[in-house]
């Protein structure tokens, strides 16, 4: 397999989900918005919600398995749309 760097960009691009979270634990509220490759082997949603509680100064204890568990309910329940190739347009009526 490829590392994910070696990837031409649009394949990666097709395959990222808008992830929201907004929890709120032992009154503390996170609120995020980030996108996420469903097809992530770099790094775990779990390693991911320690950096975050890292930068956002929470308990790592408290709001590291929620922050994964959102991540991976949020792509499971992601559709799987064919992804577009380029030169092809997506028109909304």
């Known amino acids: ?39 992530e082997t770099t790094i775990s949603p779990e390693r991911f919600a320690r950096a975050l509680c890292d930068d956002m100064e929470l308990p790592i204890p408290r709001f590291e398995q929620p922050i994964a568990a959102a991540i991976r309910e949020q792509v499971q329940k992601f559709p799987r749309a064919a992804p577009l190739k380029p030169g092809v347009e997506c028109l909304h009526r």
């Open 1 to 39: 397999s490829e590392p994910p760097s070696s990837k031409p960009l649009e394949t990666v691009l097709d395959h990222l989900v808008p992830i929201k979270l907004d929890l709120e634990i032992d009154g503390r509220a996170l609120k995020d918005l980030f996108l996420w490759n469903i097809h």
